[in-house]
């Protein structure tokens, strides 16, 4: 997956644009972005487009952002939601890899009552929204095999900071936030996961968004979250990687193919090591997947 975008869960109208805004996954979300009024109705939507369109094979893949588990919500999101047979649950204010664990076993019990396959519901959790979470980003390792990736949200962790403000008049991050993006592209290495990057808020600054998506991928994120369609296509161009990257990659996998017993090759003038292999593995296993989308 490259692209991640958000959608309010009591919106129809948003729903079907956030549908075709070609995004790899549509979070289509329970929590921050539906009053306390509008949860059941949210819910029933949700559920009803679940079902409309789980056998088509040519939408993105669809998750639900559920409340967060002491919230007193989640058990009836789940109830609603995991019968309509999402591709997985995104996890909000997530402490450690219990919180998974515990998600996961609420997960089990409700694909058996649907006799869903076990283990077909995937979860990504957002583990540094409170100040507790980045004490627990090594914790992640092991948690559940649904897990699929970790990502990271500055706004709730703002509020539960009492920060003024997470950005610099730059639109760089401030410390607590650099260290909370770090701590989360550490621990999803740690546990073999993707790191996905949070959402640019300033949906209308295409260059800023722009060069958040680079620094991103340059650091070992595979993919963002978004707020907006418009952001989509910036994100995809981005997390795709260009022909001269794969062209690159393929060179120093084939070089390896050829010498297995090498333990650095020269390509191009310069000396590859085992890590770049890696490196270059992970790029074209990207290019590989299906539709680009996992």
């Known amino acids: 997956m490259r692209s991640l975008l958000f959608v309010p869960g009591d919106s129809p109208a948003k729903i079907d644009k956030a549908l075709l805004s070609g995004a790899d996954v549509v979070l289509l979300d329970l929590e921050d972005s539906v009053s306390l009024a509008e949860k059941q109705t949210a819910r029933r939507l949700v559920a009803e487009r679940l079902t409309a369109i789980s056998q088509n094979k040519n939408t993105p893949r669809l998750y639900v952002r559920i409340n967060a588990l002491d919230s007193g919500l989640a058990d009836d999101d789940l109830d609603a939601i995991i019968k309509a047979g999402p591709c997985g649950i995104m996890l909000p204010k997530s402490i450690n890899g219990a919180s998974v664990q515990q998600l996961a076993a609420k997960i089990a019990v409700r694909e058996a009552e649907a006799q869903i396959a076990d283990g077909q519901t995937r979860i990504i959790a957002i583990a540094t929204e409170t100040a507790q979470s980045l004490f627990h980003l090594a914790s992640y390792q092991g948690a559940s095999d649904r897990l699929e990736g970790l990502t990271w949200g500055?706004?709730?962790?703002?509020?539960?900071?009492?920060?003024?403000?997470?950005?610099?008049?730059?639109?760089?991050?401030?410390?607590?936030?650099?260290?909370?993006?770090?701590?989360?592209?550490?621990?999803?290495?740690?546990?073999?996961?993707?790191?996905?990057?949070?959402?640019?808020?300033?949906?209308?600054?295409?260059?800023?968004?722009?060069?958040?998506?680079?620094?991103?991928?340059?650091?070992?994120?595979?993919?963002?979250?978004?707020?907006?369609?418009?952001?989509?296509?910036?994100?995809?161009?981005?997390?795709?990687?260009?022909?001269?990257?794969?062209?690159?990659?393929?060179?120093?996998?084939?070089?390896?193919?050829?010498?297995?017993?090498?333990?650095?090759?020269?390509?191009?003038?310069?000396?590859?090591?085992?890590?770049?292999?890696?490196?270059?593995?992970?790029v074209l296993a990207r290019v590989t997947a299906p539709n680009n989308r996992s």
């Open 154 to 282: 500055a706004e709730d962790l703002s509020a539960d900071l009492g920060s003024e403000t997470n950005r610099l008049d730059t639109g760089d991050y401030t410390d607590p936030y650099r260290l909370a993006r770090a701590l989360v592209l550490v621990g999803a290495a740690a546990a073999q996961l993707p790191a996905i990057d949070t959402v640019f808020t300033a949906y209308r600054d295409s260059e800023g968004l722009t060069r958040e998506c680079e620094a991103s991928r340059r650091d070992g994120f595979s993919s963002k979250m978004a707020i907006h369609p418009s952001q989509v296509p910036i994100i995809n161009a981005v997390f795709t990687p260009s022909p001269e990257a794969i062209g690159h990659a393929r060179a120093i996998v084939d070089a390896f193919a050829a010498d297995p017993q090498a333990g650095v090759v020269g390509i191009g003038g310069q000396m590859i090591d085992r890590p770049h292999l890696r490196r270059a593995e992970r």
